[in-house]
């Protein structure tokens, strides 16, 4: 006796999307900014502000724009990376607002530049086009792994983009560093969006070279040491993160990009002899600059003893009002809207708005900030863990490293852990070029994310699985 039983082939089942999750975390990610700007209004006028509805459904509709794109072009995303975007983001434009209504702030900057204009609602604008091409990242980029064919377009493009800002006429000196050009009235930072083109560079070069640079040759100190031949990419890049350095008068550039290079260069080859090479060349070429380049010689010696020279020295008054406001914001700080972190002139502008949230918010704000920015850079590993091509990897581990790196040199510099960088805290600080590069930054790991997360399709069934024999014994 024979029985014939009809066996199907079943699917994967489907992971579920998240994109409700995210959804839920958007209105925290709105409600959260909209309850400080508030507390802003209180602590200064005594009353809520009269922009406060504005602003609230301007986040609300610009963070249901960008569900939507997820929602829709990238179901199985990362769903904390966009509500910790809009979150940092809301939250800095309520700092500048903040800054931007202080008195004292607008008399010296009227005295000192001849006049006054507020930064928030640039910043608004900013926000609103950092989220347009966050919607074009994931419109137009399909596949990560695309980019890949752009290896070494993405070097000279990111060549061309370091090089701008020291050409005659056309890059600008911003207290000291040559990081900006002037195009039509506007001012651009190339640097912000040569980190994400070099990070595409050192992906697609690693990926192809990670066997021969992760060779060793002899063992010293515990530490296998690489084959001299094999030294030329690091040395390439030490030698360009010392070029920006001399001639752009930028530190943060120069050990953001060469430190996102070892960090990626780590991962591809699991060496950590590579880590131990890039801090060593790190603090020798800071060493050498810094003994003929007045610029790095000043924020050193603000950083060494900022209250020797505070009377004598513009880098040293700054690090000494931030040290100051850290001071005074104490444990659970002072309140939003009643420090005195305005003295410093161009705080809403640069690294130092990091020093309204240390007084107003205190040790608990700034952890709380450190803290989101980590639940980025940890997002932005898991999505590299995740991935499931060595490129994606790479090249989501080098944005994450990136981010990381540019976080602990502005916040190491206005604490005094380390020298002044001069970089724009992200998402935090006014400036349009950060604020473009870094939702560019969220919608690339998006989009990894979403590929990694991404149910692999069902494979086709062959036409022997669909009947079964199944022959008994009668």
Known sequence: ???????????????????????????????????????????????????????????AVLAGIAHLVVRRFAKYADPLLLPLGILLNGLGVVFIWRLDQSERLQNLAKRAFGGFSPSAPNQMLYTALGIALFAGVLLILKDHRTLQRFTYISMAAALVLLILPIIPGLGADVFGAKIWISVGGFSIQPGEFAKIVLAVFFAGYLMVKRDALALASRRFMGLYLPRGRDLGPILMIWAMSLLILIFENDLGTSLLFFGMFVIMLYVATERTSWIVIGLLMSVAGAVVVASFSGHVEARVNAWLDPFGCYATSGACEQVGQSLMSFGSGGVLGTGLGQGHSDLILFAANSDFIFSTVGEELGLAGVMAFLLLYGLIVERGVRTALAARDPFGKLFAIGLSGAFALQIFVVAGGVMGLIPLTGMTMPFLASGGSSVLANWALIGILIRISDTARRPAPAPAPSPDSEMTQVVRPS
């Open 1 to 59: 006796m024979s029985v014939v039983t009809n066996t199907t082939t079943i699917g994967a089942i489907e992971l579920p999307s998240r994109r409700n999750t995210e959804l839920m975390l958007l209105g925290f990610a709105v409600v959260i900014p909209m309850f400080a700007y508030a507390n802003v209004g209180l602590a200064i006028d005594g009353k809520l502000p009269p922009g406060m509805l504005f602003y609230g459904l301007a986040l």
